[in-house]
C-alpha cells in the first residue's frame, strides 16, 4: 500500500484557507472504496487507533481525529482498548491534504461564440437571470463538484481562477494476534479549503458511512453540512 501522498498541515500552517462565499453551507463529497476480508462482526470486539506514520503517533492533532475514529467504531459494536496488547483490532490511519491546483473557469454569454458548447453541455450548469423586460442572460455557472458552493466565473463574459485541494483518508484494520489484514478503505475528496481540521472529520464520516460497505465497491458519500445554531 503507497501512503497518501498529500502534504501534512500543522496546527500552525492551518490557516482555513477556504474560498466559499461567506455564510454558504454545501454537502461535502468524497469518493470511498472499502475492501475487507472476514472482518469480525461487531460483537465487542476491542480496537487500538494508531498513525500509519509514526512521526503522527502521540500527536494531539492525530488524537483528535483518532477519537473521532474510535466514536465510530463504539457506535457499530466495538469498544476501545487500553493498551495495543490488549486489543484484538488495530486500526491504522493516515490522511493529508495536498498543495492544490489553479482552475481557470470562464462565464460566456449568449453572445460568447463559444456559448453552447462546453459550459452549456459539460460540467458546469448555467445560472440563468432574467432581466429588464423579461431578457434572459447567463450570470454565471454553478461547480457542482467542489465543497464550498458557486464555482467562479460570476459576471458576464468573466474569467477567474480559484484552487482546488484534494484530500484523502486511508483506514486500516488488522487482527492484532497474527497481523492479518480485514479492512482497508480509502476515501477522497476536492474542494476549495485545505484544512484539516474541516475536512478530516468528514473524510471520516464519509468511510464510516454504510461501514464496513462492499467489498471492492468505490461509492459517492455525500455528508450533510453541519446545521447551525
Known sequence: MNKI?????GLAAMTGAALALAGCATPFKADVARFQSQLPAPQGQSFVVEASDPALQGGIEFRQ???IVAGELTRYGY??????ESADLVVRMDYGVDKGRERVVSSPGFGDPWYGGFYRRGFYRPVIVTGRGGRRYVYGYRDPFLWGGFGPGWGYNDVSSYTV???GLKLEIDRAADGSRLFEGHAEAQSR???LQTLVPNLVEAMFTGFPGNSGERVRITVAPPEKG
Open 165 to 167: 485541494y484534494t484530500s
Open 79 to 84: 469498544r476501545p482498548a487500553a493498551n495495543r
Open 65 to 67: 481525529y483518532a477519537n
Open 5 to 9: 501522498n498529500f502534504r501534512r498541515l
Open 193 to 195: 479549503d485545505n484544512n
